[in-house]
């Protein structure tokens, strides 16, 4: 086997672990926010309970969308990463204010481990 072609088939398992890893951190990170919502006033109306965290990550996919496009054609789109950006940093706080009613008795890794989600999301796409 050639450089060449372990270069490719490299690349090519590297794309599909990013996949993997992208889309099982924001199924994660989705679940929890859909739990978040249902606990915080939406609880009662199921589309909204759904909808509630879909419009945030879909600021994320449009974004690095955006930044996919921006670097296919050699720029950098401002807007694209300020929309990522803002749609991550909104999931992590989201994810980890979720924790939990009594903030005095929960454990720093159930933190973590909201965090840890919607944080692989952000460096799986960067």
Do not use: C
């Not at 050639?2 to 090519?12: A, C, G, N, P, V």
């Not at 589309?47 to 296919?72: H, T």
């Not at 979720?98 to 960067?126: E, I």
């Amino acid at each position: 086997m050639s450089k060449s072609q372990m270069e490719r088939y490299s690349l090519i398992a590297a794309g599909v672990v990013i996949v993997v890893l992208t889309g099982g951190a924001f199924w994660l990170s989705y679940a929890h926010l859909a739990e978040v919502a249902g606990a915080h006033g939406l609880g009662e109306s199921p589309i909204r309970r759904w909808a509630w965290p879909a419009m945030l990550d879909l600021f994320i996919v449009g974004g690095e969308l955006l930044m996919l496009r921006a670097g296919l054609q050699g720029r950098t789109d401002w807007w694209a990463i300020t929309a990522t950006a803002v749609g991550s940093v909104g999931s992590i706080v989201l994810n980890v204010a979720g924790v939990g009613a009594d903030r005095a008795t929960v454990p720093l890794l159930d933190y973590v481990t909201a965090a840890v989600p919607p944080t692989a999301a952000l460096l799986a796409f960067g």
